[in-house]
């Protein structure tokens, strides 16, 4: 079987304007997830880019599906 591959990058949303990074909102990040899962995207693969102090710039998500 082979697999088609895309990747997904959440930017995360500023908490101040002083702030490079922030917190992706959960329920947005829920909501794409599910929008692709139903166009058969199944997710192999998370994680952020993290910047200093816990801050998080961007989520990076990969996904597959069935060529």
Known sequence: ??????V???ASEHQNMFSMGGKVDGE???AELNRLGREG???VSAF???MSYGQTRDV???LKKPA
Do not use: H, P, R
């Open 48 to 50: 952020d880019t993290n």
């Open 60 to 62: 990076v998500l990969i």
């Open 28 to 30: 947005k990040l829920a």
């Open 41 to 43: 995207w199944e997710l």
């Open 1 to 6: 079987m082979t697999f088609q591959y895309t």
């Open 8 to 10: 997904l990058k959440i």
